[in-house]
């Protein structure tokens, strides 16, 4: 059906939804305020979205922000979108507009030149682990520190698959690493000392409002011992949360993927990774394939199995796109994507479990690295 329809239909809810929504929270001044973290919720987990920010993920505006959150009557806790270190930059501009919304940046820092490479890229693990980019990480990091208000990173995200240039299959896969017993996996380690070497530089620079997210895919790919996602946690004094990417049908060539198999299942395995740590969805979605399901009931049980059955789940992002495909035909994750989605993600949202204001706390003193 034509997705135009669904939106017009969308905007018609907006009349009755836009009094309770009031006017987005006006960002304060930095100038002399101490650091803040995102404060975990004791209760309940914090809303948030990624919304079609363009071919580079960074397109950020307030009117996309603020239009979702008349789509779907309530306001975002967290924004997500992305910072390709191609940028060699801190994206300023991005975290201010999301300020001013009201909510907090989910960042997802990607070792990458330009969207679409796989096996290279001249920001490599190990070049990364050598201080090669050391320069670059120190400017990004002052910037982060002088913003002072609440980040949540995502560096080197889906590490566990085999699409990005930083996964482990990329840099000697399961290969014994020498000296090491019981023998561990090159792949995951070089992943790890990047990793570490980011996190110990960027808090050396004393940007203590960054939290770090530890980002894996639900399915591991390839699907053996040494890929697992727990095979590249950087450990607990280098994360302060644990998320994993997670969704259901999103190409017309694949079959239906039940919310089990989608997310539930994989959850216990996250968390098992550090009972310590809250856990976030930092990417979620399903496309709109009614031949195959409904997208409304599986939205309805997504969310149902979020509240009930993820005790541990503190926030999760939604992925609002939609894009064309090789073959010409579309996948479209948009929440308006049908009236039925629509309806179902409006309903579900409303609930008070989902927050709608994030919650900070002053930066702590950094906990430093070293394992």
């Given at each position: 059906?034509?997705?135009?329809?669904?939106?017009?239909?969308?905007?018609?809810?907006?009349?009755?939804?836009?009094?309770?929504?009031?006017?987005?929270?006006?960002?304060?001044?930095?100038?002399?305020?101490?650091?803040?973290?995102?404060?975990?919720?004791?209760?309940?987990?914090?809303?948030?979205?990624?919304?079609?920010?363009?071919?580079?993920?960074?397109?950020?505006?307030?009117?996309?922000?603020?239009?979702?959150?008349?789509?779907?009557?309530?306001?975002?806790?967290?924004?997500?979108?992305?910072?390709?270190?191609?940028?060699?930059?801190?994206?300023?501009?991005?975290?201010?507009?999301?300020?001013?919304?009201?909510?907090?940046?989910?960042?997802?820092?990607?070792?990458?030149?330009?969207?679409?490479?796989?096996?290279?890229?001249?920001?490599?693990?190990?070049?990364?682990?050598?201080?090669?980019?050391?320069?670059?990480?120190?400017?990004?990091?002052?910037?982060?520190?002088?913003?002072?208000?609440?980040?949540?990173?995502?560096?080197?995200?889906?590490?566990?698959?085999?699409?990005?240039?930083?996964?482990?299959?990329?840099?000697?896969?399961?290969?014994?690493?020498?000296?090491?017993?019981?023998?561990?996996?090159?792949?995951?380690?070089?992943?790890?000392?990047?990793?570490?070497?980011?996190?110990?530089?960027?808090?050396?620079?004393?940007?203590?409002?960054?939290?770090?997210?530890?980002?894996?895919?639900?399915?591991?790919d390839p699907a053996v011992p040494w890929n697992h996602m727990?095979?590249?946690?950087?450990?607990?004094?280098?994360?302060?949360?644990?998320?994993?990417?997670?969704?259901?049908?999103?190409?017309?060539?694949?079959?239906?993927?039940?919310?089990?198999?989608?997310?539930?299942?994989?959850?216990?395995?996250?968390?098992?990774?550090?009972?310590?740590?809250?856990?976030?969805?930092?990417?979620?979605?399903?496309?709109?394939?009614?031949?195959?399901?409904?997208?409304?009931?599986?939205?309805?049980?997504?969310?149902?199995?979020?509240?009930?059955?993820?005790?541990?789940?503190?926030?999760?992002v939604f992925w609002h796109e939609r894009w064309q495909n090789g073959d010409l035909s579309?996948?479209?994750?948009?929440?308006?994507?049908?009236?039925?989605?629509?309806?179902?993600?409006?309903?579900?949202?409303?609930?008070?479990?989902?927050?709608?204001?994030?919650?900070?706390?002053?930066?702590?003193?950094?906990?430093?690295?070293?394992?």
């Open positions: 059906m034509n997705t135009l329809l669904w939106c017009a239909g969308a905007l018609a809810l907006v009349v009755v939804v836009r009094p309770l929504l009031g006017a987005s929270p006006t960002a304060t001044s930095d100038a002399d305020q101490p650091a803040q973290r995102l404060a975990v919720p004791e209760h309940g987990a914090y809303t948030g979205a990624y919304l079609d920010f363009g071919a580079r993920e960074d397109e950020v505006t307030l009117d996309k922000i603020e239009a979702f959150n008349e789509l779907v009557g309530k306001r975002q806790a967290l924004i997500g979108f992305s910072n390709y270190w191609g940028r060699e930059r801190f994206p300023d501009e991005q975290v201010r507009i999301v300020a001013n919304a009201g909510a907090v940046s989910l960042i997802y820092w990607n070792p990458w030149d330009r969207q679409g490479e796989t096996e290279h890229t001249r920001f490599d693990l190990a070049g990364i682990e050598a201080g090669q980019w050391d320069d670059y990480l120190d400017a990004w990091a002052a910037a982060a520190r002088a913003f002072g208000k609440p980040l949540l990173v995502s560096w080197g995200l889906e590490m566990n698959g085999n699409w990005f240039p930083w996964s482990g299959i990329f840099h000697g896969a399961g290969e014994p690493l020498p000296g090491t017993k019981p023998p561990l996996s090159t792949g995951p380690e070089a992943f790890k000392r990047a990793y570490r070497h980011i996190v110990d530089r960027v808090r050396a620079a004393g940007a203590d409002n960054v939290s770090w997210v530890f980002h894996v895919n639900n399915t591991s727990a095979a590249y946690y950087p450990g607990g004094a280098y994360a302060d949360w644990l998320a994993m990417s997670a969704y259901g049908k999103q190409f017309p060539g694949e079959g239906w993927i039940s919310v089990t198999a989608a997310i539930t299942d994989h959850y216990r395995e996250l968390a098992a990774i550090d009972p310590d740590k809250p856990i976030l969805l930092a990417e979620w979605g399903i496309g709109e394939f009614p031949k195959q399901g409904d997208k409304g009931q599986w939205l309805t049980e997504a969310f149902a199995a979020m509240e009930h059955q993820l005790p541990r789940l503190k926030g999760a579309y996948s479209n994750l948009r929440v308006n994507s049908s009236l039925g989605a629509l309806t179902a993600y409006r309903a579900a949202v409303a609930r008070p479990f989902w927050l709608a204001e994030p919650r900070t706390l002053a930066a702590p003193a950094p906990t430093g690295g070293g394992q």
